[in-house]
């Protein structure tokens, strides 16, 4: 019987599921999301998946059953986070710090803002903490910098903390962070043993936390909000994943769900460090240009992904996908390692509208989401969005929207676009449609390129453009930069799902460690100093072992890596290394992991960044533990004459382009084959998505059904 993997990326606009074969070949569908139930949206695109694989759902009763694994990528946790309905969560803390969560930190109230908005202290925010101060309890107890404890666990104020806490406040979960517990933990692990010991007491079981377990590393505010969000948060979300289990296990699904953690790794939904998986949702798509710069031997990508509530982008620099050790999370820093993504509200489904003060267009960053959506779907939302915008200029067509499975009503667009934003602006309606997404269009390139790329040369790297909005809008944010190339590829509407589908079952865990190496030191001072860091992983990879074995892996069916986070002494930020060596006993082991590291930092930075003195930092290690899994393959055509097919062209349709109608080519997407070339102006037609070709572009398919998007004129 064929083995199957099915993988799931859960937007805030749209739910798409991937359905993976043996050979590599996969089909995608696509559903609105449903945040209140996740499992309805999941099963709705797992269907039409098996549809477009030709299998009805009376038949599809039992496919689950070939099914080898099933993963989730998505937004349960975060809607937790967004919603505040997680568990009412108390902390315990070294007294002097019971506000720990409530102060945070003042560059929280910033995160993902306008240079412009930082600087003005109207704009700025504290979040509504999760745990506000009434539900704090200090201890007084104290361990040093070095992990030498100075003053003693006063464990009755433990003891009452934990009984207040759980007896008078009601708490569903008990957060523990002290100071200095990732260098030594034996404070907060007595005082878990201690709340334990109240529970049995008092007959009442409460989720519990500890910060060393959770995230044993530096920065304490961050490692603290990391803490609270597996309390507050993990159980919630993983409810709305027992659903989608239960939903799957009906159609003979006879293993666990997956989730995706947010650093590239795949779990069970059993995880005990859940909160890892709350910021899954971008990741897919960086693994899957990960797998794909393998396959066409560009080191240099940056991802950009068009969803209908944001847009997502991030850089592959020499082959190194980015890791972000402290991201920012719902107004929070987090100490939880996720792959290097910044966001803006900028979407398919963004919202327009009209400043009465200064009558000028509005863009988002609120959108309409899945539900109600765009105003053509009439499902209740009444304020135009870039996609109504998209379908009055005739970009989208009416009765192919997601693959004509969607009626709309373009009447409905145009009325409310007219009275909502056209005549407050004085403005014909086609020309404010047209300016609405060249600003949308221009938000979009500013986030690139004066955000994301600052520091690099665009002349290296490789723009991919996907999600749902991707090809639609790729060709606009694009710009006239001197990308090397620009592509994106025929399921970029599911390209995350399916990058999902490309990641290893894998486990990471980083440790905070101190080793300094300068010129100065003998031979034997340079590797005693550096024996912290091989101890560190040791201890780490232990504990992934025995989660994985757990899991009920095999020894032999994992492998380990050992990474270091390595800089120039003296200098600000450190780079992911990963150790040619797994030890750092001698010389020659030392010796190699520099001479890795200045390789890296020279390919990522210039060398005229390097200093003179060869002092290096070692801040932090991580191990990373691997099973491999069944993968989709990127396969490799035979070219077919660069004319399509007379059966891919499917009609002339006149679209409002730089102030007048021009008539442009329409194609189906699922028609044409690699070796055909296209010029704009045209309009490319998937079931998934749309790519719109200006009149000065070419597309170009490659072996690999890529398509290589360039200038007539280059």
């Avoid at 995608?28 to 709705?44: C, H």
Wanted: proline share 5%; aromatic share 8%; hydrophobic share 40%.
């Amino acid at each position: 019987m064929s083995r199957y993997l099915v993988a799931c990326d859960a937007g805030g606009t749209m739910t798409d599921v991937i359905v993976v074969d043996e050979e590599g070949r996969s089909v995608i569908g696509k559903a609105p999301t449903s945040p209140q139930d996740e499992s309805i949206g999941y099963m709705e695109s797992f269907w039409e998946a098996l549809e477009y694989m030709g299998i009805s759902k009376e038949e599809g009763q039992n496919f689950g059953a070939s099914v080898e694994t099933a993963i989730y990528t998505g937004t349960s946790m975060l809607n937790t986070v967004i919603n505040m309905n997680g568990y009412k969560t108390g902390i315990l803390v070294t007294r002097g710090f019971e506000d720990i969560i409530s102060q945070g930190r003042g560059s929280q109230t910033f995160i993902g803002a306008q240079w412009s908005e930082i600087t003005h202290m109207q704009y700025r925010r504290h979040r509504t903490p999760l745990v506000p101060s009434q539900l704090a309890r200090g201890v007084t107890e104290r361990i040093d910098m070095f992990g030498t404890p100075v003053i003693p666990i006063y464990e009755d104020e433990v003891r009452q903390g934990a009984r207040e806490l759980i007896e008078d406040e009601k708490v569903e979960a008990i957060a523990i962070i002290f100071l200095q517990s990732f260098v030594n933990p034996a404070h907060e692990n007595r005082a878990a043993e201690i709340c334990r010991e109240v529970m049995a007491e008092l007959g009442q079981e409460v989720v519990l936390e500890v910060s060393n377990k959770v995230a044993p590393t530096t920065r304490e505010i961050s490692r603290a909000n990391a803490t609270v969000i597996q309390a507050y948060a993990s159980d919630p979300a993983r409810k709305q994943l027992y659903r989608i289990e239960e939903e799957l296990a009906k159609t003979g699904y006879a293993h666990s769900l997956k989730t995706v953690l947010g650093y590239g790794g795949i779990t069970n939904i059993r995880y005990p460090r859940l909160f890892e998986a709350a910021m899954s949702g971008p990741v897919g798509g960086l693994m899957g240009a990960k797998y794909l710069s393998s396959v066409i031997g560009e080191e240099n990508i940056v991802c950009s992904d068009v969803g209908g509530t944001s847009f997502d982008a991030g850089t592959i620099t020499a082959g190194v996908l980015p890791i972000d050790r402290e991201p920012g999370f719902q107004d929070m820093y987090v100490n939880v390692p996720m792959l290097g993504i910044t966001s803006i509200g900028a979407g398919t489904g963004t919202y327009i509208r009209v400043d009465p003060q200064t009558n000028r267009i509005k863009l988002g960053p609120d959108s309409a989401g899945g539900t109600p959506g765009p105003t053509f779907m009439e499902a209740g939302n009444t304020t135009p969005t870039i996609n109504d915008v998209n379908l009055l200029l005739g970009i989208l067509s009416e009765t192919n929207y997601l693959g004509g499975k969607v009626k709309i009503n373009k009447d409905v667009s145009y009325k409310l676009f007219k009275e909502k934003v056209a005549d407050p602006l004085g403005m014909d309606v086609y020309d404010a449609a047209e300016t609405c997404l060249e600003l949308l269009n221009v938000m979009m390139r500013e986030h690139l390129v004066n955000s994301l790329m600052v520091g690099h040369d665009l002349r290296e790297y490789v723009l991919l453009g996907y999600g749902g909005g991707g090809p639609l809008h790729l060709l606009g944010y694009a710009g006239d930069f001197p990308w090397k190339a620009v592509c994106t590829v025929p399921h970029a509407g599911g390209f995350s799902a399916w990058g999902g589908a490309c990641m290893d079952y894998s486990h990471r865990r980083h440790k905070s460690v101190g080793a300094v190496v300068t010129p100065d030191l003998d031979d034997a001072t340079k590797l005693q100093y550096l024996q912290p860091v091989t101890a560190a992983w040791d201890e780490l990879e232990a504990e992934l072992r025995e989660e994985l074995k757990e899991e009920g892996f095999d020894p032999e069916q994992v492998s380990i890596s050992r990474v270091v986070y390595m800089k120039y002494y003296g200098q600000l930020d450190d780079v992911e290394v990963d150790s040619p060596v797994a030890n750092l006993d001698t010389l020659e082991d030392m010796n190699s992991l520099i001479t890795t590291f200045e390789d890296l930092y020279a390919k990522m930075f210039t060398m005229a960044a390097r200093p003179d003195v060869g002092a290096y930092h070692i801040t932090e290690v991580c191990v990373i533990a691997k099973v491999a899994t069944v993968k989709p393959k990127l396969r490799k055509f035979e070219l077919a004459g660069k004319k399509p097919a007379e059966e891919a062209y499917k009609c002339s349709r006149p679209l409002y382009m730089r102030g007048a109608w021009q008539d442009a080519d329409i194609w189906e997407m699922e028609k044409l084959v690699p070796g055909n070339e296209i010029d704009g102006l045209a309009v490319i037609e998937a079931s998934n998505t749309t790519l719109l070709v200006p009149p000065e572009w070419h597309v170009r398919i490659d072996a690999h059904d890529i398509y290589w998007i360039t200038r007539k004129d280059s």
